[in-house]
């Protein structure tokens, strides 16, 4: 997305549990290339709140999975069967 393309969304503060939050919509996201996981900073400035990311996001196990590549690591195997000589 162009940065000097402004995306702007109009929210309501909500309840959620014993605190509040705001829904990031999905254009607000996409901009801000914020992503499931990201880490984020949230910073109380003069004239509102800054949100900023501070790191990479946190892989699912099927994100995690998806990447693998016995190439790549090592050649070891994920297996859903019998692959060896097990004795069962």
């Given amino acids: 997305m162009n940065p000097t393309v402004k995306v702007t969304a109009e929210q309501t503060v909500q309840e959620w549990g014993n605190g509040l939050a705001v829904r ?17 900073k949230v910073e109380v400035v003069e004239g509102g709140v800054f949100l900023r990311p501070v790191g990479k996001p946190k892989l699912t196990l099927a994100q995690k ?22 004795v069962f």
């Fill in 65 to 86: 999975l998806k990447a693998f590549d016995p190439a790549i690591h090592g050649g070891e195997v994920m297996a859903d069967g019998r692959v060896g000589a097990e």
């Fill in 24 to 40: 990031i919509t999905a254009p607000v996201a996409r901009a801000a290339r914020f992503a499931l996981g990201l880490p984020i």
